[in-house]
């Protein structure tokens, strides 16, 4: 392609104002054409992934390797298939894809495959068994919680349950497992169950139906996949004591994290409910650095390594035990043990803080944030 | 508002004939060739059969689905259980085929799928047509049933669809030169033309023109009705098929997205919401103009915020694109524009001249002039009472199966707040929404006006209640810029109130994202929070100001000039404007009260939750629709009282709090919803035609 057909067709784009960012214009030879599918831009979750990828990609030990190109399908796998297509049209080296569905994308996965292009899935997982995958274990993410929470009641007592997105795999190994450790405790009983789509906002709507009919008082503990802050929040204002709130496990929210540390722990920036209060919690999470662990295994691959199609992270589990503070969140610190951020630097409380990896020393919470690679 | 335009005249020669009455169709097409073109000159490379065959498999999808769309918005109605059968064949297929018969049978399982959508179709077009209900709320109670229903089959992703259905759809008709995509498109396009000319096509067209007129002359407009859903469920089965064939297995959540965009491509295809006009073919191009966007999005690499900015406003230009005519609303507005300078120049306008009272004088007969009795109250408000009534009846019908099943309902002061909590959201969102439903449109740009109100104010807040002050009317008048950029879309462009309010919702999206870089920072102010959670004698704050707001709503529809505007607009548009009624500035005023809404619920969700999220709004764009019609509103607007819809509100809302208090699973809630909002609607049928 010349430089003046370029030209012309910038032109006829810039006449068709239908985008500012046109087709960029030096490619470097040797980089490695990479593809980041996405699926709904909108959460915070999406986000950070989406930020720490692209801090993986701008890193100075990959910047010369790497030429990415970032896409968002929405919610809508047709749309993904779609995409997908087109960016082995567009002639991806390999593919990284948050997958909507794990089995919709597995035949464009792989007519991908056959075109010689490798395609990475981080955090949910594709069923096609030439693409990559790189996530947890989703039962083992049901089974502990839910083994941790029955400790805590004894093996007694009556219990919430707040669920994801029905109908996803994820959801589905996550409750079945959880299900299966709590139905070997016959006194523990689950009194009501909400789907709460992985949302703090569903989360706060559904609990308050369910507690329209019930009282605080007649429940012992809530096994939630994402809301315990939202839990913790009500019942402070339910009039609940700090030293009375029931034990919830749950998601790796910033938010839950900082209501995990030592009530009248100093911290900058909090204010109720985004502050310590000592809320007997355990909060694991799906961790938003699979998309750039994913990316820097794809370069690997494409680099001519061996990279095992399944990559199984390490479940990233705190409870009140494990809670501390970082001062700045820097790779090193979190690599020392820290694990919460300080409100002055996460302002929103449903961020989340399983950012850490022992295998991307290269991005830490700048990475999440605003996707600044590490130093 | 193509309904705004008088009749276009009729053009002499049949050539121009045939071009006017497929003009909607033609303009898709010449949309889609230059969007074929920009592909073909923006990627690298030329356009080969490769790429033409993955084009043509991409949309097909949706393609079909919409066809289907496409038959019952010509006949007067409406399908929101479209995107439900899609992913309800698929799981059919892909629980029912058996992965080790090699040589399952093609032809029979798109016979099975297309029986499941025609089933589905003939439920619809049962309590649509036999038992004359709404559309619109007979379809989403079906959605949900059959959402329930396919979890039922399947609860999360996985199953074996044949690789020979894939090898069949997705394969080559004519190797090297037509993809078999095209083909089966090519085969519905080729079925409707024989049924368009047959009898049911024509009185297919005539009973969404005019039912009335359709029925005088003699068309058997339920059949007629009752046919349609039936056949647009085939079409949706047909499209549950191909994205079998496409994804090779199953997945409960695959057809549901599919929904908005189908309604974009029949439109984007020229067909008219409301009936009558239009046909499958344009919207064929409709969906893969859609289609196409995202390849070129794609091939541009517009940044990820940009690409729902970028969609919308392409979404715009391209129905823009078809209003270039001299009949078009543009078109009459510029030259209503000039004939209003020329008349100023001339001293002629209305304003100019010096008002006399040019009033008829009715001769009073004062002899013997005895007041009229007033009716009593039941005769004066006896329509209202009938569509109002039946939502408070099953309202107090649910709270005493709440008290049964669950206790504590009736006399616990707790359930009560809650339920009002709760409700306030939708009590709000029905008064813009219902006000917009009043006028015949329809403003689904709800979810991303919340969405973004709530972030911006979340992010301006940032916790300190001093904030407030300023950001609270930042907020809203943001929110009267988005009413009023729909109102001007839909009424000086006369881009119809969907695509309208489509894109704006994507554009908004778009904002939201860049605003907040994917993560919305800040948080809700301590009063703000005390206003949505706190108590004031055992009661949530909010809770008395949806009091006051709901005597306000009355008012403001029930007893001002404005209000009657509105009812007047929506009962024939015509009349109203010839009636002396600003329509354009009525109607931008609506919309901007449907926003302005729309943002006081973005900033309570934002105060109930204590921060903002992306996507908070999502949820409350088809209750929005649904409590509005679930209160007795006519869809097509006219009918409808606001305390009707508050009904609605407190039912749906009160069923919700029902069913979260059992442990039922979630699919056999979804179920029962849609079963009781169907029930709930049962009372609202309409009237026999005469």
């Known amino acids: 392609m010349g430089i003046g057909s370029k030209a012309r067709r910038l032109a006829l784009l810039a006449g068709m104002a239908v985008c500012a960012c046109g087709v960029s214009a030096a490619e470097a030879a040797e980089k490695h054409k990479i593809f980041l599918s996405m699926s709904f831009i909108g959460n915070d979750w999406q986000a950070e992934a989406a930020n720490m990828v692209k801090a993986m990609a701008s890193h100075k030990s990959m910047a010369d390797k790497v030429d990415l190109q970032v896409q968002v399908a929405g919610p809508n796998a047709q749309r993904q298939i779609q995409q997908i297509n087109a960016m082995v049209q567009a002639g991806a080296e390999a593919i990284v894809i948050f997958p909507i569905s794990p089995t919709a994308l597995n035949q464009v996965v792989k007519n991908a495959c056959d075109k010689g292009v490798k395609v990475f899935a981080y955090d949910a997982e594709i069923t096609e068994p030439c693409a990559y995958n790189v996530h947890i274990d989703q039962e083992e993410a049901g089974r502990v919680t839910a083994e941790w929470l029955v400790k805590k009641l004894d093996g007694k007592g009556n219990i919430i349950a707040v669920t994801g997105v029905p109908g996803t795999s994820v959801d589905d190994l996550r409750t079945k497992a959880a299900k299966e450790v709590l139905a070997k405790y016959p006194d523990i009983k689950i009194v009501g169950e909400a789907v709460g789509m992985w949302s703090q906002a569903v989360a706060r709507t559904e609990l308050s139906k369910i507690l329209a009919t019930r009282s605080w008082d007649d429940i012992d503990g809530l096994w939630m996949q994402v809301g315990c802050f939202t839990a913790n929040s009500m019942q402070l204002e339910a009039g609940k004591k700090t030293s009375e709130l029931l034990p919830c496990a749950g998601e790796g929210s910033n938010g839950g994290r900082i209501q995990m540390l030592p009530e009248g722990t100093e911290v900058e920036g909090a204010s109720s409910p985004y502050a310590p209060l000592g809320a007997p919690r355990i909060s694991y999470a799906s961790p938003p650095y699979s998309g750039a662990l994913a990316l820097t295994l794809a370069v690997e691959a494409l680099e001519g390594k061996d990279v095992p199609k399944k990559t199984i992270l390490p479940l990233p589990v705190v409870t009140n035990e494990t809670i501390k503070l970082c001062d700045e969140g820097t790779w090193a610190e979190m690599k020392a043990g820290c694990n919460a951020f300080k409100p002055s630097l996460v302002s929103n409380p449903g961020w989340f803080a399983s950012i850490f990896s022992d295998q991307t020393p290269e991005i830490g919470l700048a990475a999440a944030l605003v996707g600044q690679p590490e130093e | ?690």
């Not at chain 2, 548009?573 to 010839?578: C, D, T």
């Open chain 2, 1 to 690: 508002m193509s309904a705004i335009s008088p009749l276009a005249a009729a053009p002499a020669g049949p050539l121009s004939r045939l071009l006017s009455r497929h003009s909607g169709a033609i303009i898709a097409a010449v949309v889609f060739a230059a969007l074929l073109l920009v592909v073909d000159l923006v990627s690298a490379g030329r356009l080969t059969y490769f790429d033409i065959s993955f084009l043509s498999s991409g949309g097909a999808t949706s393609a079909l689905a919409a066809i289907g769309q496409t038959l019952v918005i010509l006949s007067g109605g409406f399908d929101l259980s479209a995107g439900a059968v899609i992913s309800l064949v698929n799981v059919v297929l892909a629980t029912g085929m058996d992965p080790m018969a090699t040589g399952s049978s093609v032809v029979l399982w798109t016979l099975v799928g297309i029986g499941v959508g025609m089933l589905v179709g003939a439920f619809n077009g049962f309590f649509i047509a036999i038992l004359r209900m709404q559309p619109i709320v007979v379809t989403l109670s079906t959605m949900f049933i059959l959402q329930g229903i396919t979890l039922l089959v399947m609860d999360k992703p996985g199953g074996f669809v044949s690789p020979d259905l894939g090898a069949f759809y997705l394969g080559d008709a004519v190797a090297g030169w037509l993809p078999m995509p095209l083909v089966v498109i090519g085969v519905v396009l080729l079925a409707w033309f024989w049924l368009k000319g047959t009898r049911f096509g024509t009185a297919l067209y005539a009973v969404g023109s005019d039912p009335d007129a359709a029925a005088s002359v003699g068309v058997r407009v339920v059949l007629v009705r009752f046919l349609v859903y039936v056949v647009a469920g085939g079409c949706y089965g047909l499209a549950g098929v191909f994205i079998s064939a496409q994804t090779g297995s199953g997945d409960p959540l695959v057809g549901n997205p599919l929904l908005l965009s189908m309604f974009a491509a029949v439109v984007v295809g020229g067909t008219r919401l409301g009936g009558g006009q239009g046909g499958p073919v344009g919207t064929v191009f409709g969906a893969y103009i859609l289609m196409m966007v995202v390849n070129i999005l794609l091939v541009l690499n517009v940044s990820a915020y940009y690409s729902t900015i970028a969609e919308g406003t392409i979404l715009i230009l391209a129905v823009l694109a078809g209003s270039l005519s001299h009949g078009s609303v543009l078109a009459r507005q510029f030259r209503a524009a000039r004939a209003r300078l020329t008349a100023w120049r001339a001293g002629m306008l209305p304003s100019q001249i010096d008002r006399v009272d040019r009033r008829l004088r009715i001769a009073r007969d004062s002899a013997g002039d005895q007041p009229v009795p007033r009716p009593p109250f039941h005769v004066r408000n006896a329509e209202t009472l009938r569509y109002a009534l039946p939502a408070y009846i099953c309202l107090a019908v649910v709270v005493i199966v709440t008290q049964i099943w669950l206790g504590r309902a009736i006399f616990n002061v707790t359930y009560w707040n809650s339920l009002f909590v709760l409700s306030s959201f939708l009590a709000i969102l029905a008064l813009g929404q219902g006000s917009v439903i009043l006028t015949g449109g329809l403003d689904l740009s709800v979810p991303w006006t919340i969405g973004l109100s709530g972030i911006l104010l979340a992010g301006m807040v940032n916790g300190s209640d001093a904030a407030l002050a300023y950001a609270l009317p930042t907020v809203l008048v943001i929110a009267c810029f988005i009413g009023l950029a729909n109102g001007i879309g839909i009424v000086f462009l006369g881009i119809s109130p969907i695509v309208m309010t489509l894109a704006t919702n994507g554009i908004l999206q778009g904002f939201a994202l860049l605003y907040s870089q994917g993560t919305p920072a800040g948080f809700s102010s301590p009063m703000l929070r005390w206003f949505m959670t706190g108590k004031l004698f055992a009661l949530t704050p909010v809770v008395l100001f949806m009091i006051a707001f709901v005597v306000f709503a009355v008012l403001l529809l029930g007893r001002t000039a404005f209000g009657r505007r509105i009812y007047g607009i929506g009962n024939s548009l015509r009349a109203a404007q010839l009636s002396g009624i600003a329509v354009g500035r009525t109607l931008i005023l609506v919309y901007m009260l449907s926003a302005v809404c729309a943002a006081i619920v973005g900033i309570m969700l934002t105060g109930f939750s204590g921060q903002a999220s992306l996507g908070m709004g999502d949820d409350y764009l088809l209750p929005s629709i649904a409590v509005v019609v679930v209160g007795g509103a006519l869809i097509t607007g006219g009918r409808g009282h606001y305390l009707g819809m508050l009904g609605g509100v407190l039912l749906l809302t009160a069923l919700q709090m029902l069913l979260a208090g059992t442990t039922l699973p979630y699919a056999t809630r979804a179920i029962l919803y849609g079963l009781v909002v169907l029930g709930a609607v049962m009372a609202l049928r309409e009237r026999r035609l005469q």
